[in-house]
């Protein structure tokens, strides 16, 4: 079966938007990109464009590729201290001569958008309540929707990465799974992945998962995206896996999706906590 990240997402959104509109809630999300990136502006535009289906406001800082991080810095604090501001993304990667982790550290964690902040990663790290990374609760909420479960589930992490696959880890492992995170160093790749119940891949490396890495009846997760040719491909290959896997996502149209809508969910989280006091 296929694990629809469209799907899911649509009806989230669906949700969202009744309930911004039921509720009259006053949400923007402030966004910060340095520089040109081609691929960051095509990101902004689509969180840019589901904000706006569900009704929250989004404001863009478009500064140029020579600002100076003190100026990054000072534009941080201002919004912090913006009652009007409910949530706050700086778009990686920036130029060089500005400090991504130092910058983003100094995002209010009650802001914390994409839940990078270390009082956020720290509260992850305890299995304490916190602002999860918009992909790794992007993966959870999709398992829940398909009801596979986590708990008790041997799972198995392909990349430790610190947005993907290191928070990913912890936040399965406060949901009980038994979690292996595997990497470029790992021995017998194959043999570690062929054990998993859940197979989760976040490498970037095109076609890393064939079929005599997967577990027939295992559920199959592609997080990584390449482009070969001007064409999007996944971690996993695809054509070759899904008759053996239980479940798959597609790449795109699996995880992706799932990622942006999360980021309008944590800003709806937040905005919670904010009424809450």
Do not use: W
């Amino acid at each position: 079966m296929i694990l629809d990240g469209k799907k899911v997402r649509d009806e989230i959104l669906a949700k969202i938007k009744k309930k911004i509109t039921k509720e009259n809630l006053k949400i923007k999300l402030a966004i910060i990109l340095v520089g040109d990136d081609e691929a960051s502006k095509i990101y902004i535009k689509n969180k840019e464009k589901y904000c706006k289906l569900v009704g929250i406001t989004v404001e863009k800082y478009l500064l140029a590729a020579d600002t100076q991080e003190l100026e990054v810095i000072n534009l941080i604090k201002r919004l912090n201290n913006d009652t009007s501001v409910t949530g706050i993304i700086l778009q990686s990667p920036v130029p060089k001569a500005i400090n991504f982790d130092k910058c983003s550290s100094l995002i209010d964690y009650k802001k914390d958008v994409d839940g990078f902040t270390q009082h956020n990663i720290y509260n992850l790290y305890l299995g304490k309540k916190c602002i999860l990374p918009c992909t790794v609760k992007g993966i959870i909420r999709l398992l829940d929707y398909y009801k596979i479960v986590i708990s008790g589930a041997n799972i198995v992490i392909v990349g430790r990465g610190n947005i993907v696959g290191h928070p990913l880890s912890l936040a399965l492992q406060n949901l009980d799974a038994t979690v292996t995170v595997a990497h470029s160093k790992t021995k017998n790749l194959g043999d570690i992945t062929k054990n998993a119940d859940i197979l989760i891949s976040a490498t970037g490396v095109p076609h890393l998962i064939d079929e005599n890495m997967v577990k027939p009846g295992s559920v199959v997760v592609d997080v990584g995206i390449s482009r070969i040719n001007g064409n999007i491909v996944g971690d996993v290959d695809f054509a070759k896996v899904k008759d053996i896997a239980e479940y798959i996502t597609p790449n795109p149209g699996g995880v992706g999706p799932m990622t942006v809508a999360m980021i309008i969910d944590n800003l709806i989280e937040m905005k919670e906590e904010e009424k809450n006091g």
